[in-house]
């Protein structure tokens, strides 16, 4: 009897496996080694010098905004003061105005607000300043919707953790694989200066290079990356992490703490320590600033999760109604065909080497219209950028309202949901798919369909995502998640965290 039921389960979970191995042409778990490359002569040094970057409250343009304002909570942003962005009608239907606490919550579909991430009072740039200030020097420019509010984005902010494996980052997937060492754009025709050689699998450090000059997000309008009176010339000259704490037990930065805040180091020797003396120079540092970050995001990995434990054998990692939940999942949730392999999506760089760069309705590989908004309140890969050039690679018409696939993991630690945020929990998620989506918009992905799944199919998949794909180190910020010291303008004050820690 007993070898019976252990052997109908051994069935069950090669089932499990077996869907796992059809869906993503044979790119099964374990969850691989970051893509991205760390070309540096000493990688560890660009790691830390990455680390200290991403945490760096002197990046703002106010002197209190670093990348991780934004991806301080599990790689995501769980404020709630000033966080609605109007979206297309540019009125707060939720809050009734800028500035004001928004209480979580999943958006009826009349509304097109956003839950957006904070970033600057709107202004001009001047200058940057001495040592002493962390500000630069700017003008007023409050402009609407915001005024004299933080500007709010117009996307919900996905988790960094994780992203290495995306091939293109950001929802519309603008943030090339190619690495151009000055914008976002590659050399897609989007980019804003001469191109020379690109750093291929590098869509991180395309991205890295975006939010630091942005007047929405980090700086006063007109901040140069480089060369006289640039962020490169305010950063290399100053202490490392000057406003901030670094716990003595930092994987990273533990070692060249000092006391009472930052680290022993100025962005100068980081980066010499890292590249190579005098390789990092103040006319090349966008390049530099793009590859470390890139180097320490992709140590972020979070592959210790119950289905990684379940995918290597250890059947009691998952529940019963975890497994049911799986089954689903990947059985008549379909959820697995676009949420694919190891990664838990098909924007990943092996599922593209595996399947090609066009989807089974045409579309870009890895991004998908799932009638989540109408399409033209946001055009996603179908957008275009600074030249005018669409982010659609292919040019289908399932481009329009596409967003890229988000993998999953640590997904009960980042609400809300969806490019907008507009749900807040991952029961209303599978109520969306369950009735095929909240748009008929006409791109929608085909497969977006009423799933017809029963009540506990429902509450089976929910208990799935909910507990089946939290890596505990993220949730308990250990070791690669440890970090620094953060004080988020209109949020709660986030103490450095350092250390392996007691995590099953
Ligand atoms: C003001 C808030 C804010 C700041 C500051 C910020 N981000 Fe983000 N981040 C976002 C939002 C919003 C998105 C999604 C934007 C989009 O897709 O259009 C995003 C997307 C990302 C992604 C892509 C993840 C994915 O799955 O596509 C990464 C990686 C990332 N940010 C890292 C960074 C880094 C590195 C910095 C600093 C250089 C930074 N962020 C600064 C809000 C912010
Ligand atoms: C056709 C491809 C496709 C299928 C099938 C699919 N997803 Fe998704 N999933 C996506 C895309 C694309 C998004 C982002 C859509 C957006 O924001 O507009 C997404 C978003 C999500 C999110 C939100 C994650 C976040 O961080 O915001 C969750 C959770 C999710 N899907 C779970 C599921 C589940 C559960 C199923 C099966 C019932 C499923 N997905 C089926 C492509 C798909």
């Not at 690109?198 to 000059?213: E, I, K, R, T, W």
């Not at 000259?237 to 930052?262: E, F, H, I, M, W």
């Not at 103040?282 to 999760?305: C, E, H, K, M």
């Not at 760089?349 to 595996?354: G, Q, T, W």
């Amino acid at each position: 009897m007993k070898s019976r039921m252990i052997l109908i389960i051994a069935v069950a979970l090669l089932a499990v496996i077996a869907q796992y191995a059809a869906d993503d042409g044979g790119n099964g778990f374990p969850l691989g080694a970051s893509p991205s490359p760390n070309p540096a002569a000493n990688p560890a040094a660009a790691i830390r010098m990455g680390k200290a970057l991403f945490w760096d409250e002197q990046t703002g343009g106010d002197g209190r905004i670093a990348c991780a304002t934004c991806h301080f909570h599990n790689g995501a942003d769980n404020r709630t003061l000033n966080t609605i962005n109007p979206g297309a009608n540019g009125k707060f239907d939720v809050v009734g105005d800028a500035g004001q606490v928004f209480t979580p919550r999943t958006f009826s579909p009349q509304f097109d607000d956003i839950v957006g991430s904070q970033g600057i009072v709107g202004s001009l740039f001047v200058s940057v300043n001495s040592n002493a200030d962390a500000a630069d020097t700017c003008t007023p420019n409050e402009t609407a919707p915001f005024f004299h509010n933080r500007r709010v984005t117009g996307r919900n902010t996905p988790p960094m953790i994780g992203a290495t494996f995306n091939r293109q980052n950001f929802w519309d997937g603008r943030a090339n694989d190619n690495f151009n060492g000055n914008d976002p754009f590659g050399n897609t025709g989007n980019q804003l200066g001469a191109v020379g050689a690109v750093v291929p699998f590098s869509s991180l450090a395309s991205q890295a290079v975006g939010p630091p000059n942005n007047p929405t997000e980090m700086s006063c309008e007109g901040r140069p990356f480089n060369g006289p009176n640039s962020l490169a010339v305010k950063m290399l000259a100053r202490q490392a992490l000057k406003l901030q704490v670094v716990d003595p037990n930092d994987s990273v930065l533990g070692a060249y703490r000092a006391s009472p805040t930052g680290l022993t180091k100025t962005y100068a020797q980081l980066a010499a320590d890292a590249y190579g003396t005098g390789v990092v120079t103040t006319d090349n540092f966008s390049r530099f600033w793009g590859l470390a970050v890139q180097a320490y995001v992709s140590t972020l990995i979070p592959n210790q999760t119950p289905l990684d434990k379940f995918m290597a054998g250890n059947s009691s990692a998952l529940t019963n109604n975890q497994q049911r939940g799986l089954g689903v999942f990947s059985g008549k949730g379909q959820c697995s065909k676009c949420h694919a392999g190891p990664e838990l999506t098909d924007a990943s760089v092996n599922f593209a080497a595996r399947r090609g760069l066009i989807n089974e309705d045409g579309g870009d590989q890895g991004f998908h219209n799932n009638g989540v908004r109408p399409t033209a309140e946001d055009l996603g890969r179908a957008g275009k950028g600074p030249n005018g050039v669409s982010f659609s690679q292919g040019g289908s018409k399932f481009d329009r309202g596409a967003f890229k696939t988000p993998g999953l993991r640590n997904v009960n630690l980042t609400a809300p949901y969806f490019h907008n945020g507009g749900k807040a929990t991952l029961a209303a998620v599978v109520d969306l798919y369950d009735r095929g989506g909240d748009f008929a918009n006409p791109e929608k992905a085909k497969r977006i369909k009423p799933l017809g799944l029963g009540s506990s199919d429902k509450a089976n998949l929910v208990d799935f995502l909910t507990n089946g794909l939290t890596d505990c180190r993220t949730a308990n910020e250990q070791a690669p998640f440890d970090h620094p010291s953060l004080n988020p303008p209109n949020g709660a004050f986030v103490p450095a965290t350092g250390g392996t820690g007691a995590c099953q």
